[in-house]
């Protein structure tokens, strides 16, 4: 007879405190996503497995979050998904029901992607590199599903432009240049400013799925910056991203505000109450620290405030 090994997770603990968030994180699985008529997607993604603990409790059963992710990921596999989110709402789908004594639970996974793309002078073929970022928290009332992705730009800051602006302002106007050749001048060129290479993260979560296109979100969260940067640059590239990003300097607040404007202007279908999670971070090349900023706020609240700064 087949010794029955005791349950220890299922006992009490020595202390009853309720915990948020227990499970396993850092798992490695390929997943593949559908797409119609074109080859699938297959990204190696990275994901966190998690559900809450009651006090009573002592700890989750592991191997069920494990048992769930590899379901969810086979089914993946043999049929066809055509949204990372859906992957992630199925698997927390999953988890509550195989928990019973859980009333919340989390996956979230992370993975490389490579978007094609197109030098902006020389009209080469490239590619970007992004991270797409998936999630979804799902409890006996409903299943929410987030999707969105972190890219990788280039911006100016607009302080330091404005210093060297006055810099040659005052060296053009000493060497006899006339002040109306001098404003025109510094209108068609603009000066050196301090760069950074920027980290731009948008996400738009909501109840079920949210109704967006990922390429999409990619596009808004690069364009947000002062310019893209390319993996492959030949001379004319780098002319164009070095004006590019001199003719649209940036703080890292700027960012954030053009991804909620971004989001409305190419988003219109967003229901309200749609959340919409907006981070710029930039790597400062003159400081040891780095600037960020960030935003999280519902659709319908964007649509209000991006109104109004038209209206003003």
Request: charged share 30%; net charge negative; with cysteine.
């Amino acid at each position: 007879m087949k010794q029955q090994l005791p349950d220890v997770q299922a006992t009490a603990p020595d202390v009853t405190v309720g915990l948020n968030r227990v499970g396993v994180t850092g798992v490695e699985k390929l997943v593949e996503i559908a797409r119609p008529g074109k080859r699938p997607y297959v990204l190696t993604a990275e994901f966190d497995v998690l559900v809450d603990l009651p006090s009573w409790r002592k700890g989750a059963d592991m191997s069920r979050n494990m048992e769930v992710v590899d379901e969810v990921l086979e089914d993946a596999v043999s049929e066809p998904t055509y949204r990372v989110e859906d992957v992630c709402g199925d698997a927390a789908e999953r988890l509550l029901e195989k928990h019973d004594y859980t009333t919340k639970a989390e996956v979230s996974m992370e993975a490389e992607f490579m978007v094609r793309d197109t030098t902006p002078e020389s009209g080469r073929p490239t590619q970007a590199t992004v991270d797409i970022i998936a999630s979804a928290t799902a409890t006996e009332e409903e299943t929410k599903e987030e999707i969105g992705a972190r890219v990788t730009g280039m911006t100016v800051c607009p302080c330091s432009q404005g210093m060297m602006s006055g810099r040659a302002k005052k060296k053009l106007l000493d060497l006899g240049v006339g002040e109306q050749e001098v404003k025109e001048f510094l209108r068609e060129i603009p000066q050196a400013g301090h760069s950074q290479r920027g980290h731009a993260t948008l996400t738009v979560e909501s109840v079920g799925a949210p109704e967006v296109d990922l390429h999409e979100l990619i596009e808004v969260a690069r364009d947000s910056m002062s310019a893209r940067i390319y993996n492959l640059a030949k001379r004319p590239d780098e002319d164009h991203m070095t004006f590019q990003a001199h003719a649209d300097a940036k703080f890292v607040e700027d960012c954030v505000r053009d991804m909620a404007h971004g989001v409305v202007e190419r988003f219109p279908d967003l229901p309200d109450d749609a959340v919409v999670t907006m981070k710029q971070s930039n790597d400062e090349s003159i400081h040891q620290h780095n600037a960020h900023a960030e935003r999280m706020a519902e659709v319908e609240t964007l649509r209000e405030e991006v109104t109004e700064s038209r209206d003003e």
